[in-house]
Structure formats: C-alpha cells, structure tokens
T-cell receptor
Framework: GESVGLHLPTLSVQEGDNSIINCAYSNSASDYFIWYKQESGKGPQFIIDIRSNMDKRQGQRVTVLLNKTVKHLSLQIAATQPGDSAVYFC????????????FGSGTRLLVRP | GAVVSQHPSWVICKSGTSVKIECRSLDFQATTMFWYRQFPKQSLMLMAT?????????EQGVEKDKFLINHASLTLSTLTVTSAHPEDSSFYIC??????????????FGDGTRLSIL
C-alpha cells in the first residue's frame, strides 16, 4: 500500500556530530522524495528533494541518499546544531494529476549541547 | 521566494460555528493547493487537493460537506469547517506548489491554523 515510514521516532545527537535520519517507503510508484523540517507550531519547511533517477543529492550541510532497491532514503545533517532540533518528515510524491505527497510518521531530532 | 501565508494562525470558537481558513501563495501562482490535518505528535494527513477553477478532490474518509474547499483564484484557497465540533479541533496546514502540476516540485507550506472548538 501507500506508505512512507520512519525507523526511529526520536534521535538524540551531540552538537557538532552528524545526524542520520532514515525513512522507508513501500510504494514503488513514488518517483520523487522530499525531506521537510517542522518546528513546534509551524508548518513544514522544505529541506531537500531528490528524484528517483538519482541516488544522492547534496545541499548545504544536508545530503539525501536514495536506495530504490530497498526502498529507503536517508537525510544526513553534517555538524548538527541546536537550531536543527525539530521533527523531520520524509514524503514521497505519487505520479498523477496532482502529484500528492504521502508523509512519513516523522523523527524528532534532539541536539544535546 | 515561494511563500505561503495562512490565516488565521489560531482560532477558538464555540461548537456549531463554521470557521474559514485562508491559504495564500504570496509570490507565485498555484493551480493546485493542498489541505492537511495534523494531530499532536503525528504526521500530516492529506485531506484534499484544491484545484483552481474546479472542485476539490477529497481523500478517502474526509467529509466533503464538512470541509468545504474553494479555490477561486491562482493565489487563494479557503477551507471552511462547517458546524465545527470538538472532534474537529486540530492543526490545519495548507501547501501550494508553484509551476506545472505535472512537474515534481516541492510543496511549500503555510504555518498552519490551530483550531480549538469548545
């Protein structure tokens, strides 16, 4: 069925360390994936996206890896900072008339000072 | 760029009242906007896809008569929660996507509306 899920509900990391947030998806039809960051009381903020014809994409301090064989993607945050503390969602895009997104359950990232 | 504004950010009203939430794309045109609902510590659940100039497409289980959606222009979609009851209390979030709907592009989100029904 359609689902995008996450392995860990909470991730605690030391400030300055790298963070890796994982996500699994089940729908092979998903051809586009996005990572969002959501702070308390706010809407999701776009971080980075990747299309299914790629296996890696880098942004500023973030890298997304896509493994289509095992239907898994991850978000790597380098040198994690206190401001990175938030809930992170992956979302998969489904081809169709509106390209709607299916969101995963989210991972809360806690950065220890 | 790609700023989405949602209003109001917070509303408290009595049971039985209808509440309208606005979603505006400020610096781009959006033929498609989306409405989500989010419960505490949970993920976003897509309620409906709002299409400019045509009827909204609702997800399974979402009552069309309960959640009225209007997308009258390329920059504005509204969600009206009719005859709201306490179980409708939630965080409602809209999003919009610039450009052609056939293209994979990220949705940009408003900051949500926290609705509390007494």
């Amino acid at each position: 069925g359609e689902s995008v899920g996450l392995h860990l509900p909470t991730l605690s990391v030391q400030e300055g360390d790298n963070s890796i947030i994982n996500c699994a998806y089940s729908n092979s039809a998903s051809d586009y994936f996005i990572w969002y960051k959501q702070e308390s009381g706010k809407g999701p903020q776009f971080i980075i996206d990747i299309r299914s014809n790629m296996d890696k994409r880098q942004g500023q301090r973030v890298t997304v890896l896509l493994n289509k064989t095992v239907k898994h993607l991850s978000l790597q945050i380098a040198a994690t900072q206190p401001g990175d503390s938030a809930v992170y969602f992956c979302a998969g895009g489904l081809p169709g008339s509106s390209y709607k997104l299916i969101f995963g359950s989210g991972t809360r990232l806690l950065v220890r000072p | 760029g790609a700023v989405v504004s949602q209003h109001p950010s917070w509303v408290i009203c009595k049971s039985g009242t209808s509440v309208k939430i606005e979603c505006r794309s400020l610096d781009f045109q959006a033929t498609t906007m989306f409405w989500y609902r989010q419960f505490p510590k949970q993920s976003l659940m897509l309620m409906a896809t709002s299409n400019e100039g045509s009827k909204a497409t609702y997800e399974q289980g979402v009552e069309k008569d309960k959640f009225l959606i209007n997308h009258a222009s390329l920059t504005l979609s509204t969600l009206t929660v009719t005859s709201a009851h306490p179980e409708d209390s939630s965080f409602y979030i809209c999003s919009a996507r610039p450009g052609d709907i056939s293209l994979n592009q990220p949705q940009h989100f408003g900051d949500g509306t926290r609705l509390s029904i007494l």
